[in-house]
């Protein structure tokens, strides 16, 4: 998530969701293919009251042409919503401690507190993590330090590399649902959302990422379609062109079909990218000298890796 701050401005398309946009799109391959400069600032597990927020912080660096939002998170409405506490506070804790402060961080992790967690003040330990950690000193090793005042860059442009091959063998199944609505909290978030993005002049986009699990019900996918048929947005469930995007279940996941890897992710953005080149009339930058030269080393820093780590 801190790595946004030294990558922003001049990003015509910002990604904003859960792992399913930092684990399955390719900025690299955007630029390469179409001369879409683009970030995802994606973290694990991210709720969507935090991706507005983090919305809200990035026009303030920044006003790209598109935002893409990854809509599974709709299904959480509540903070309570998300897990056991333990797993909660984990997943707040990635995406809302390196963000930068503002009083945009501080209304995100206010609306991301459970109940529990405002009883024994848990704002006051976002705000200062060293009251949460602070027993921790016994049990500091020399990774701690070596982390202190550097850390190594993890990510390209926000997508983080997979290159290992786990085939999925099994279709994914679940029990049916009570109730399918989303409710009233997502939806509110979802309204701020496009409402912000009326207001900055930029185009919203929503997507369903095509991964197989969590299991993307029917009846959710009515709801975004119906949302985004009434307010004027596109809507991409990427699930319905898994075919088109190419995607082999044999190759192109690390995990069995929960994510993509990089060659599923790079053929996720070659689809997404034509789709956005053409809905959302995007020019093609590979002209422009300097942002040429800026994703030149770019490119190469994350073919390294790829090469390094096996791919091809």
Not at 45 to 72: A, C, D, G, R
Not at 101 to 129: C, D, N, V
Not at 170 to 197: I, Q, T
Not at 290 to 306: C, F, G, N, R
Request: proline residues 4%.
């Amino acid at each position: 998530m801190g790595e946004y701050y030294v990558n922003s401005g001049g990003n015509d398309v910002i990604f904003i969701g859960d792992c399913e946009v930092y684990e399955n799109f390719s900025p690299v391959t955007l630029w390469q293919e179409y001369g879409i400069p683009s970030y995802i600032r994606g973290s694990a597990q991210q709720m969507i009251w935090q991706s507005y927020y983090l919305l809200e912080e990035t026009l303030q660096y920044e006003t790209p042409k598109v935002v893409v939002f990854n809509v599974l998170s709709m299904k959480y409405d509540t903070p309570e919503s998300t897990g056991s506490p333990t797993r909660r506070e984990a997943y707040n804790r990635m995406t809302l401690d390196t963000m930068r402060w503002s009083p945009t961080k501080w209304k995100a992790i206010a609306a991301s507190l459970t109940e529990e967690e405002r009883e024994w003040e848990g704002l006051l330990t976002y705000l200062f993590p060293i009251l949460r950690y602070h027993e921790r000193w016994s049990q500091l090793t020399a990774e701690d330090f070596a982390y202190w005042l550097r850390r190594d860059t993890v990510s390209h442009n926000g997508y983080l590399m997979q290159t290992g091959v786990k085939p999925m063998t099994d279709s994914y199944a679940s029990a049916p649902l009570a109730d399918y609505r989303f409710g009233e909290n997502s939806w509110h978030y979802l309204d701020k959302m496009r409402l912000l993005c009326e207001e900055k002049g930029v185009q919203l986009v929503l997507i369903k990422a095509p991964t197989l699990y969590p299991i993307w019900w029917w009846e959710w996918d009515a709801q975004i379609a119906q949302y985004a048929e009434e307010n004027g947005l596109l809507y991409l469930n990427m699930i319905e062109s898994i075919e088109d995007i190419g995607i082999d279940w044999n190759t192109d996941t690390y995990d069995a079909g929960l994510h993509l890897n990089v060659w599923g992710a790079e053929k996720a953005a070659r689809w997404l990218g034509e789709v956005l080149r053409e809905e959302c009339n995007l020019p093609d930058r590979r002209e422009d000298a300097e942002l040429s030269a800026t994703w030149s080393k770019k490119v190469a820093l994350y073919e390294q890796e790829k090469q390094s780590r096996g791919g091809s």
